[in-house]
């Protein structure tokens, strides 16, 4: 039940009339990119990218603000600032890794591993926190017995909590969480920069491609946050407060998601693509 003693919102199942919505601005989206004289394949990968990010968000373990006060396990924050927090990692390491060799899955590797060792390291203090600092010992609410590790839980968890602290099994679900999530958004932000770095110079009055370069390195950071932000507040409504993980009942959700992050994707890519469309091209 809600504070407002009405039905609890959310659920597992799909909206066949909204999927259909969905469906047709994507496709709607592709087709308008391409009557311009766009390549769809960059707008693709970037559906792609925006879908790992729903999907990877899902992982993250978040606690909010009951997890501050021992009340629920995860980290003490929000889906959105967790997936800025994992995105901007992974965007640093992939830009840099394909700036240094020129390879797309070299580059793209690097964002995974940028986002999920961003999470590992969160998650790490996070737990050391509770443990050390709060006193507080991990235990999930969700399920008896930690998946992976076969701990036990019922007996550590307090009364009156959801659980607390961060299992091994949110854990590991966040590295995984931030090591997808990483690897969808370092997608958005190379399929950008090689459109913006194919097209802006033609727009610039023929400038070179280097003297271009700072520029389309810019607006590609800048869209691909953009992105992470867009879909992780989606994952967020999808959520609708707090996860656990993989192991939470609240991860059968996760299809509906990937369907609205790969809509929002569609449609922000294209966007993205207007500011540089030529009329001339």
Not at 88 to 110: H, K, M, P, Q, R
Not at 157 to 173: A, I, R, Y
Not at 224 to 252: C, Q, R, S
Not at 256 to 281: D, K, P, Q
């Amino acid at each position: 039940m809600s504070a407002l003693g009405g039905k609890a919102s959310g659920g597992e199942g799909i909206n066949p009339t909204g999927t259909v919505v969905g469906i047709i601005i994507l496709l709607v989206s592709i087709a308008a990119t391409y009557a311009l004289g766009f390549s769809i394949v960059p707008l693709i990968g970037i559906i792609i990218g925006g879908a790992l990010i729903g999907f990877g968000v899902h992982f993250v373990p978040v606690g909010g603000a009951p997890a501050a006060m021992g009340q629920a396990p995860g980290i003490a924050t929000g889906v959105a600032m967790l997936a800025a927090g994992a995105g901007l990692a992974g965007l640093f390491g992939g830009a840099w890794a394909y700036e240094a060799t020129g390879d797309f899955i070299v580059a793209i590797a690097g964002g995974a591993v940028g986002g999920g060792l961003m999470m590992a390291i969160t998650c790490l203090m996070v737990n050391a926190t509770y443990v050390f600092a709060m006193g507080i010992p991990a235990a999930s609410g969700k399920v008896a017995k930690d998946p992976i590790t076969g701990d036990t839980f019922p007996e550590y968890k307090s009364q009156g909590t959801e659980g607390h602290g961060l299992p091994f099994v949110s854990f590991f679900g966040g590295v995984v969480g931030g090591f997808i999530a990483g690897l969808g958004g370092t997608i958005i932000y190379l399929e950008l920069f090689d459109v913006y770095l194919a097209n802006l110079p033609a727009l610039m009055n023929g400038a070179t491609t280097e003297s271009i370069q700072p520029l389309a390195v810019s607006l590609a950071g800048i869209f691909a946050i953009g992105f992470f932000l867009v879909n992780a507040v989606l994952a967020a409504y999808n959520i609708t407060g707090t996860i656990e993980g993989p192991h939470d009942p609240k991860f059968k959700r996760v299809p509906r998601a990937v369907i609205g992050c790969a809509v929002a994707s569609a449609f922000c890519g294209l966007i993205s693509m207007l500011i540089i469309y030529n009329t001339g091209m």
